[in-house]
């Protein structure tokens, strides 16, 4: 899928606005899917979050993650609260060990969610 116009590589060249309106942005949603499962599953063993994504199409037609939102629900008994927290990419060429361990939350949970529900 090729993008139509001509816009830059960069993020910072494009506007949100200019961005909505070439239909650059698209947004991978498994928040309301998972969130009612995510307490029993974390309490088997592990973390598991629900996830929001939103990539931009580049020039060269492919998506690059720009934004990741995990969630926690609040537990049953209400003893922990509900929780978000947005990550984006680094800024500098260094890796930053939170952006990489977003995006492999929102990995597993479009994988599972293609496996268990897209194929059953």
């Known amino acids: 899928m090729k993008s139509k116009g001509?816009?830059?590589l960069n993020l910072k060249l494009t506007t949100l606005f200019q961005a909505?309106?070439?239909k650059l942005l698209y947004i991978v949603d498994y928040h309301d899917v998972l969130l009612p499962y995510i307490e029993r599953i974390n309490k088997e063993k592990g973390k598991m979050y629900a996830s929001r994504?939103?990539?931009?199409?580049?020039?060269d037609g492919t998506l690059n993650p720009v934004a990741?939102?995990?969630?926690?629900?609040?537990s049953s008994d209400g003893q922990v609260a509900a929780s978000r927290?947005?990550?984006?990419?680094?800024?500098?060429?260094?890796?930053?060990?939170?952006?990489?361990?977003?995006?492999?939350h929102m990995v597993v949970n479009d994988s599972g969610y293609h496996e268990l529900v897209s194929h059953w």
């Open 6 to 8: 001509n816009f830059s």
């Open 20 to 22: 909505l309106e070439k």
């Open 53 to 59: 994504t939103i990539f931009f199409l580049r020039n």
């Open 68 to 74: 990741i939102e995990l969630s926690l629900p609040q």
């Open 85 to 104: 927290r947005v990550f984006t990419p680094p800024t500098t060429s260094t890796s930053d060990p939170s952006w990489e361990l977003a995006k492999v």
